[in-house]
């Protein structure tokens, strides 16, 4: 089965920024790929000018943060770290029964890559000119440099919600028919996020893409 992998645009965030950020990329791309019936419920980002749609589950909301507080507590202890968080679509299909192999296997036919920049930025403060009485205010640039940033950051967010939309309108042949499962109303998914060693992680992406044959790249 060939899995289809896209690499979504990296987007440099700051930490407090991460948890908004995740779920609108999450819930985007989970929601394009729901089935049956499902109730939409828009989400307006308190940070950002941006409104996304989730699919309405509680389950699926709580599988999302707890990957997403697991992810921020990765950045916390890797500060100042270029990171990857996977997204992966598969089928469980029965196979032949061996000793100490399962009776099923997942074969992934898609992934999604979302690649963070987290950086730290200096908090603005304000202070006195050693030469002068005169009073200045360096947090005043860097509140204008912080909201030059959020702004580009929106505007990057906007674009990976539109290569969303697009990978998803461009690439259909690849997807799965709809399991027979009572009550899903998603494919069956799993997030990865970095483990303890960059290495480890890096190690996991090579051996999924081993097991689910060589994917073709879309970015």
């Not at 507080?69 to 100042?80: G, L």
């Not at 999604?112 to 403060?125: C, G």
């Not at 494919?187 to 994917?215: C, N, V, W, Y």
């Amino acid at each position: 089965m060939n899995c289809e992998v896209c690499q979504l645009k990296e987007l440099e965030v700051e930490q407090f920024e991460i948890r908004e950020v995740l779920r609108c990329i999450l819930h985007t791309i989970v929601f394009h790929r729901a089935l049956g019936l499902v109730r939409p419920k828009d989400v307006d980002l308190e940070l950002f000018e941006i409104t996304y749609v989730q699919c309405g589950d509680i389950e699926l909301e709580k599988k999302i943060d707890e990957k997403i507080e697991q992810f921020i507590s990765w950045v916390e202890k890797h500060p100042n770290k270029k990171s990857q968080i996977c997204l992966s679509f598969f089928e469980v299909k029965n196979k032949q029964a061996k000793w100490f192999t399962p009776k099923t296997e997942r074969l992934q036919w898609e992934q999604w890559y979302i690649n963070l920049n987290v950086a730290q930025h200096p908090k603005a403060h304000s202070g006195k000119s050693h030469n002068s009485k005169v009073v200045v205010d360096p947090g005043e640039s860097a509140l204008e440099e912080r909201m030059a940033r959020r702004a580009v950051l929106e505007a990057s967010l906007h674009e990976v919600l539109f290569q969303i939309i697009k990978f998803v309108n461009e690439k259909k042949d690849h997807v799965p028919p709809i399991p027979n499962l009572e009550g899903v109303v998603w494919f069956p998914h799993e997030i990865t996020i970095p483990s303890s060693s960059d290495s480890a992680f890096g190690m996991d992406m090579i051996k999924r893409m081993l097991q689910t044959g060589h994917p073709t790249m879309l970015s």
